[in-house]
């Protein structure tokens, strides 16, 4: 059995406000092999983008890992000294960011951004630095690259953008790649492109990666396994086959409905209700209020059960829906 790449484990994430203590997450587990592409679903608010985050190590105050590991090839990155935890960072585990544009540095060239990255991490002569800087962004398709090194994140479109963080992203050739909301506001075509590129990139450079999505479509499109997140929790995972062609959760059955289907004339479905807040969660399910067929022993703690080979539920009535 091949060995996984990446294990997230029982990760809670905690946050300090002024109405008290909350678990952001709960005890949320996963893990990504060597060149798979592993997406995690779910709506805004359900603490996709923050898992992703505490796997680089990025969240500071309020925001807490209260417990559970994160292991890279073994190695529990939880407890590496933030200088160590540099060295991950770009080298290998990189991330491209929700919003280019804000994650680009405005006053800065492409070039001398792409080039501050191989400044820290690699001890490369400019012109070898210039070579490598060419080769990845004639790799991610982008055009004119010289006019493009010397332009400043506002002059380029959002299609640009994407494929110049890809690019940085890719740099150091990391061996994940964490790719959060990649195709989010680029209009229909360029989301293919973006993605065909990402799979692309993946077979070249044999890197496994982390899509983090609210768009089934883009899962479809790229994932190998999915996990389902609602409130923080981990309500179904499994096989992309097995959440597209069985679902088993009334959560992951509610995105699928969702989706727009070519030709289809029937109302667009949406699920009634909206993620509950901090402080808002029960001792039951949680998507209890938003679920069509909620009854009493839904308020009862749910647990993740195996319902059928590396098919798992949060739900009692899996597979008898």
């Known amino acids: 059995m091949q060995k996984p790449l990446l294990e997230v484990k029982d ?82 585990i990189s991330m491209i960011f929700q919003e280019p544009m804000t994650s680009l540095d405005p006053i800065f060239t492409v070039q001398d951004q792409l080039l501050e990255i191989l400044q820290i991490h690699r001890k490369m002569k400019q012109d070898e630095m210039i070579e490598k800087i060419t080769s990845i962004l004639e790799l991610v398709g982008i055009p004119r690259i010289k006019d493009v090194l010397l332009s400043y994140p506002h002059q380029l479109s959002g299609g640009m953008l994407q494929r110049v963080m890809i690019a940085m992203a890719m740099m150091l050739d990391p061996r994940l790649l964490i790719a959060d909301e990649p195709t989010t506001a680029l209009d229909v075509t360029i989301q293919a492109q973006i993605l065909a590129l990402m799979n692309d990139l993946k077979e070249h450079f044999d890197t496994s990666i982390i899509i983090i999505t609210h ?84 308020t009862g703690e749910q647990v993740l059960t195996e319902i059928s080979p590396a098919h798992i539920c949060r739900c009692y009535k899996a597979g008898s829906l």
Request: hydrophobic share 35%; aromatic share 6%; glycine share 12%.
């Open 215 to 298: 768009d089934l479509g883009v899962v479809a499109e790229t994932c190998r396994r999915v996990a389902v997140l609602y409130a923080g929790q981990i309500v179904e995972q499994g096989s992309s086959i097995d959440i597209f062609h069985n679902p088993l959760h009334p959560y992951t059955r509610g995105l699928l409905r969702s989706m727009k289907t070519l030709g289809s004339k029937e109302k667009l479905y949406s699920i009634k209700g909206s993620v509950p807040g901090m402080g808002d969660i029960g001792k039951g399910c949680r998507f209890f209020a938003r679920c069509d067929y909620a009854d009493e022993k839904c």
């Open 11 to 92: 990760l809670c994430i905690n946050i300090s406000s002024t109405r008290g203590n909350y678990d952001l997450t709960d005890r949320i587990s996963f893990d990504v092999l060597p060149g798979e592409t592993f997406g995690l679903v779910g709506e805004s608010g359900c603490g996709k983008s923050i898992t992703a985050l505490s796997i680089m190590r990025l969240i500071s105050y309020p925001l807490l890992i209260k417990s559970g590991e994160i292991l890279l090839d073994g190695e529990d990155l939880l407890k590496k000294p933030e200088k160590e935890m540099r060295k991950v960072r770009g080298k290998e």
